[in-house]
C-alpha cells in the first residue's frame, strides 16, 4: 500500500528546480518506495545489488550513460565516484529533475555529495513514519504502548510484520552491513552492548564518560561510535539551550532515539503489555514524542532550533523550540493525568528564560482529554505539536 509522505510536496519542489535531489534517511524508512512513486517514468538502479554496483564502481562514465535521461540511483553512497561524473553532466545538462538519488550511511554521502554536487543538489531526509503517517494505513494500532511497540518503519505495517521480529533482523542486517562498512570494528557484540546501554539512556542527558565506563571503551571511542548511530539515522543529538542567560545552564546533549520500535526491542520489551508496565515507560514515551517532533520538523525541512532546557538546580523541560525568534516549550508525561507540577515546571522555565521569549506552552500526556489550564495547552499523544509558532495551521 502507498501512502502518501509529509516530505512528499517538498520532494516535488525540490525535484523541480534542482538537476539533482539526493534523499538520506535511515535504511527501510520508505525512501526508495517513495521516489519511485514520485517519479514514476525515471530508470530506477539499485546499488545494493552486486551486478549494478560493479557496474557503477567500475565503468561510472558507461553507467551513467546507460541513463542518459536521469535516473534514480538508490544507495549511491556504494559508488561515490559517481557523484564526481554527475558533476559533469549536470553542468553540461542542468535540467531540474534528472536525477533522483538516495543513501542509508550520511557520512560518506554527505562527503561526496558536498565535494561535487554542491549547489546543483538539494538534500532532504526521510526519517521513519510519523504517527499522522501512521494512521494512513488501513489497520493502525490504537493504543498508545502499542504504537511505541510497533513503531514507525513502513514495512510493520504495511505488511503488518510482527515488529519484534522485524526488528531483531533490523539490527542485525545493520551491524553487519552499516556498522562493518563505517567502522573497523572487530568484535560486534561490543557494538551491540553499545547500542543496548545507548537505548537504556534514550532520552536523557548523555555523559560520554560514564557511557563509555559502562561499556568498557575509551571515551574517544563511544564518541565515534555514537556518531555512527547518528550517520546511520538511529539516533538524534538535542543540544542544551544556551541563549543569553545568565544561569550556568547544562552544556552535554540529549540522546533521543529516533523510532520507538527499535528501542522497546533494544530494552528487551516485545509486546504492549510488556511495556504498559515496564519501569523505563515514561523515559520511552518522552522519546517517542521527541522523535514526532524531529520527524515533523525534519520532514518540513527544519533542521535547527530545537534544544532541551536544563539548569544546575534541577529545573529542565524536554524540548524548547525556536521558531521565529520565540519558543515554544514542549513537556511529555506519560500518565493519563496532568499534575499540578508538571504545570507549575513549565511555568517555571517560562520564568527562567528571557522576558517574552516564550510564546506557547504544551503538554502532552497518555490520557485522552484535551484541556488548557494556567495558559498551558494541555494534549492526547495523538496530537504531538509541529512546533512551528509562525504557522497558522500548525498543530
Not at 47 to 58: C, I, N, V
Request: some cysteine; charged content about 20%.
Amino acid at each position: 500500500m502507498i501512502i502518501e509522505r509529509d516530505l512528499a510536496p517538498r520532494l516535488l519542489k525540490a525535484a523541480a528546480s534542482f538537476p539533482a535531489v539526493t534523499l538520506t534517511g535511515p535504511r527501510q524508512s520508505g525512501k526508495s518506495t517513495l521516489c519511485r512513486h514520485l517519479f514514476p517514468d525515471h530508470k530506477y538502479a539499485n546499488l545494493e545489488r552486486p551486478d549494478t554496483r560493479e557496474f557503477a564502481r567500475d565503468d561510472p562514465k558507461g553507467f551513467l550513460a546507460d541513463h542518459a535521461r536521469g535516473a534514480i540511483i538508490d544507495e549511491i553512497q556504494h559508488a561515490p565516484e559517481l557523484t564526481s561524473w554527475l558533476q559533469a553532466l549536470i553542468d553540461e545538462k542542468p535540467q531540474a529533475g534528472q536525477w533522483i538519488l538516495t543513501g542509508s550511511q550520511n557520512f560518506s554521502l554527505s562527503e561526496s555529495v558536498s565535494q561535487s554536487l554542491a549547489g546543483r543538489t538539494a538534500v532532504l531526509h526521510l526519517l521513519p513514519l510519523s504517527l499522522n503517517e501512521i494512521e494512513r494505513f488501513d489497520t493502525v494500532p490504537d493504543q498508545l504502548d502499542s504504537v511505541m511497540i510497533h513503531g514507525g518503519y513502513p514495512r510493520i505495517h504495511d505488511q503488518q510484520i510482527d515488529p519484534t521480529e522485524w526488528a531483531a533482523s533490523y539490527v542485525a542486517t545493520y551491524l553487519e552491513r552499516d556498522v562493518r562498512t563505517l567502522a573497523r570494528i572487530v568484535d560486534l557484540s561490543d557494538f551491540q552492548r553499545f547500542l543496548g546501554l545507548c537505548a537504556g539512556r534514550s532520552g536523557q542527558v548523555l555523559n560520554y564518560s560514564v557511557l563509555a565506563s559502562d561499556c568498557g571503551i575509551s571515551q574517544p571511542t563511544a564518541k565515534s561510535w555514537l556518531s555512527i548511530l547518528e550517520a546511520s539515522f538511529l539516533v538524534h543529538i538535542i543540544p542544551s539551550w544556551s541563549g543569553n542567560i545568565r544561569k550556568r545552564l547544562t552544556r552535554s546533549p540529549r540522546l533521543i532515539f529516533l523510532d520507538s520500535g527499535l528501542l522497546c526491542w533494544l530494552l528487551g520489551l516485545r509486546t504492549p503489555d510488556h511495556l504498559a508496565s515496564h519501569p523505563l515507560r515514561g523515559q520511552i514515551f518522552e522519546s517517542w514524542g521527541m522523535a514526532e517532533v524531529i520527524k515533523h520538523r525534519l520532514h518540513a525541512g527544519e533542521t535547527r532550533g530545537l534544544y532541551y532546557y536544563r539548569d544546575h538546580s534541577g529545573l529542565e523541560t524536554d524540548l524548547v523550540i525556536e521558531d521565529a525568534g520565540q519558543a515554544h516549550l514542549v513537556e511529555f508525561k506519560a500518565g493519563q493525568t496532568v499534575t499540578r507540577r508538571a504545570l507549575t515546571t513549565l511555568t517555571r522555565v517560562q520564568q527562567a528564560l528571557p522576558p517574552n521569549y516564550v510564546k506557547k506552552m504544551t503538554l502532552v500526556h497518555g490520557g485522552d482529554q484535551n484541556q488548557n489550564r494556567q495558559g498551558i495547552d494541555i494534549r492526547t499523544w495523538q496530537q504531538v505539536p509541529t512546533g512551528c509558532i509562525s504557522c497558522p495551521s500548525a498543530t
